[in-house]
């Protein structure tokens, strides 16, 4: 999902910035943070900095194809995540 649709869901829309502060903040090792991605796709950190090498490498050990930072297929939807996870309702 993206850092907006994040913030939708938790009843906040137009704080996707808020999200990623939050989400920035972060101290629980549990949280799937890794999977909000900029609304483009893209990792939102620098290219090659600590945290850019850990997002890639835990959505790709979850067998998402990411190329030059970008996840290539992103759902539009959380709708569309679920279907694409786990099939038609």
């Known amino acids: 999902m993206g850092y907006g649709q994040v913030a ?14 939050v ?8 949280l799937p943070w890794h999977r909000v991605l900029r609304s483009d796709g893209r990792i939102a950190m620098p290219e090659g900095s600590r945290g850019w090498r850990e997002q890639t490498q835990r959505l790709r050990a ?15 939807s ?5 279907a694409a996870l786990w099939g038609p309702g």
């Open 8 to 21: 939708a869901r938790a009843g906040l829309p137009g704080r996707a910035r808020l999200t990623a502060r």
């Open 23 to 30: 989400l920035g903040q972060n101290e629980d090792p549990d």
């Open 62 to 76: 979850e067998g998402v194809a990411i190329e030059r930072g970008r996840v290539k297929h992103m759902p539009r």
């Open 78 to 82: 959380a709708d569309d995540l679920d």
